[in-house]
């Protein structure tokens, strides 16, 4: 039995912390407010904030784990080498996760040593250059915070005009202490995927088939699995997707996001270290692994000889459309009169506008329209209320 230190208890530390204790694990769920949902599933619990360092160190003395697994990005990361360096794995590896947590990093890992193809890009420090490299990247054009996640302080700059409302959006959104922007070329795609890509500690990298899904306000509010697209493509997604993960080492799954265009091919986009949010489509069992159950086993050295499609899946977020400390659910009963649906409410002890709080997940025989799926999942979610 491994000790584990999950750090970022959510609906996506949950899911992972359920297959962790199935294989018979033990899981410290760490975050910032008491009873957050992995924490109602796991061994012990820590309440604090990870981008305090002492804290997150005094963390890892108090409970000397064999393992720690970050599942979120508001993590003070630079101390992870230091957990390395003290024969704590870190996962996938302390390198990847630093690297993905600064877009900078990231991003010139990809395109400029690795020469994987991405949308032109400038940085910004200030409106002035951001003004400055808008121009040269031109309109309309995309503004991401340095450190962010799940779309926090993007946005679309059309006009020059836009830029200082992206500028300080982008400064409202940000994580940690970093005040830069990323400006980058607006790629006219005709859809976008997350590929989930497992790296093994003793075997080959796997690839789950390619996940499409729907974003609002740079939040995920819809996914499903398999993503139809032509195998020139996805040979490219998959060799990009090795190239990358490889770079980064260690042993996990990666979401890794690609904008993707029938005339210009495929683009790198972001990449998470992590299980995905889209990946929650996985349990609807489309897959004889959820990326939950990959994730746990690749972090442990335990194998995994196939991955496997069995199911065309959907999945449709639940939102909170008021704010509460107490909420409570109606139409989970109507949701579940469909066959072959399945609903994961979070437990989550309180709400904000618009805040995740549940899932609604469908599956169907291989070969079955993807769209009418996607189609009965998203109107079996709008039955469920959160209040």
């Known amino acids: 039995m491994k000790k584990i230190l999950l750090l970022g208890s959510g609906e996506l530390g949950k899911e992972f912390t359920i297959a962790a204790k199935r294989l018979g694990q033990y899981v410290v769920a760490c975050d910032a407010y008491e009873h957050a949902p992995a924490m109602q599933v796991a061994d012990e619990c820590e309440v604090f904030k990870m981008l305090d360092g002492d804290a997150l160190a005094a963390a890892v003395k108090k409970h000397q784990p064999d393992i720690i697994v970050p599942e979120i990005e508001a993590i003070r990361t630079e101390r992870l080498y230091e957990f390395e360096k003290q024969g704590i794995q870190v996962v996938p590896s302390a390198r990847a996760v630093n690297y993905t947590m600064n877009r900078r990093s990231i991003r010139d890992l990809a395109a400029k040593e690795l ?65 830069e922007v990323i400006i980058e070329e607006f790629i006219k795609f005709d859809y976008e995927i997350t590929l989930l890509t ?88 489309c897959q004889n692994l959820s990326e939950f159950e990959l994730h746990a086993r690749a ?39 469909a066959e072959d649906t399945d609903v994961r409410i979070f437990g989550k002890p309180f709400t904000r506008f618009h805040r995740r709080m549940g899932v609604v997940v469908c599956s169907a025989p291989l070969g079955s329209d993807i769209n009418a799926l996607r189609d009965k999942c998203k109107a079996q979610a709008a039955k469920i209320k959160v209040y």
Not at 310 to 323: C, H, P, T
């Open 299 to 337: 972090v442990l050295g335990y194998p995994i000889p196939a991955i496997k499609q069995e199911k065309v899946g959907a999945s449709a977020v639940v939102l909170a459309d008021s704010v509460t400390d107490h909420p409570q659910y109606s139409g989970i009963e109507d949701a579940l009169q």
């Open 198 to 285: 497992v790296t093994q500690k003793n075997g080959q990298t796997l690839f789950c088939a390619p996940i499409g899904h729907v974003q609002k306000d740079g939040d995920y509010r819809e996914s499903f699995q398999p993503m139809p697209m032509l195998p020139e493509h996805l040979k490219q997604a998959q060799e990009m997707a090795d190239k990358v993960t490889r770079a980064l080492t260690g042993a996990g799954i990666w979401g890794v996001e690609f904008f993707v265009s029938q005339k210009d091919g495929v683009y790198f986009s972001e990449l998470s270290p992590r299980p995905h949010d889209t990946g929650m489509v996985t349990l609807s069992g």
């Open 115 to 179: 020469g994987v193809k991405t949308a032109k890009y400038r940085y910004a420090a200030s409106l002035e250059e951001l003004q400055e490299h808008a121009k040269e990247i031109g309109f309309p054009c995309v503004i991401k915070p340095l450190m962010s996640s799940s779309g926090h302080g993007q946005s679309v700059a059309r006009t020059e005009a836009d830029l200082v409302k992206s500028w300080d959006e982008a400064q409202h959104g940000s994580r940690g202490d970093i005040a």
